[in-house]
């Protein structure tokens, strides 16, 4: 089976796409087969994944890049409304399966040498009434790197983010800075200082503000190389 992992953030808008989707080519570049999933999105009116599709589209992949897996596999659960999962599967009806959800990741990630999959929002989102997505990431015994929304206030939500983590015995392999956000760039060099400092959680790297991925591709081709060091 492969190594597989999850992308978290500590909230909302914290950069997981465009990580995974970098992510993605770093591990290409290495002549690995990679695939991504997201588990469940919201917001999408399309009844797809736009956050899968702007990783394959950053590939220049289609959906049905990699024999034997279908859009199902990429993305098992997608909503219109734009919310937390446990409403937006609310406002249709629809219940989120877990056991399928493990049953679609074990069937994708059985024919990759690597699987990424991107969480939705934090760690803490509800998926329905009784479960929430770190639940799921524990249940599956997934390790995590958690992509860092470095702007005032990423103290507090990294912090945060990695207790939730730990108190369940969940694998953090490392942090991901996203830089692309206006804030005092001393703010957050010393964001990256003090949050390893106090989590004992090393970064993995810093993504800066880029206008293309591919512009940046040594900088997650590194990532990728210590991320497999680690799974």
Not at 137 to 161: D, F, K, Q, W, Y
Request: hydrophobic share 45%.
């Amino acid at each position: 089976m492969s190594k597989s992992f999850v992308v978290v953030g500590t909230d909302t808008s914290a950069g997981k796409t465009v990580v995974c989707a970098g992510l993605f080519l770093g591990f290409r570049s290495l002549g690995l087969d990679v695939g991504i999933q997201k588990w469940v999105s919201t917001g999408d009116p399309f009844g797809f994944s736009k956050d899968v599709q702007f990783v394959l589209d950053t590939a220049g992949l289609k959906r049905d890049y990699f024999p034997g897996i279908t859009e199902r596999h990429l993305n098992p659960y997608s909503f219109v409304y734009p919310a937390s999962p446990h409403f937006s599967s609310r406002l249709v009806s629809r219940r989120i399966d877990l056991k399928e959800i493990r049953r679609l990741w074990k069937e994708y990630a059985s024919l990759m040498d690597v699987l990424i999959v991107e969480g939705i929002g934090g760690v803490m989102v509800p998926l329905d009434e009784r479960h929430l997505l770190v639940d799921l990431i524990r249940e599956m015994r997934l390790p995590v790197a958690v992509v860092v929304r470095n702007a005032l206030g990423a103290i507090n939500h990294s912090l945060l983010t990695l207790s939730a983590l730990k108190m369940r015995g969940i694998k953090v392999l490392g942090l991901i800075f996203n830089d692309a956000f206006g804030c005092n760039m001393d703010i957050k060099k010393d964001n990256v200082r003090i949050i390893q400092k106090l989590s004992g959680v090393r970064s993995l790297g810093i993504v800066p503000f880029m206008s293309s991925i591919r512009d940046y591709e040594a900088v997650f081709r590194d990532m990728a190389k210590a991320l497999i060091k680690k799974l």
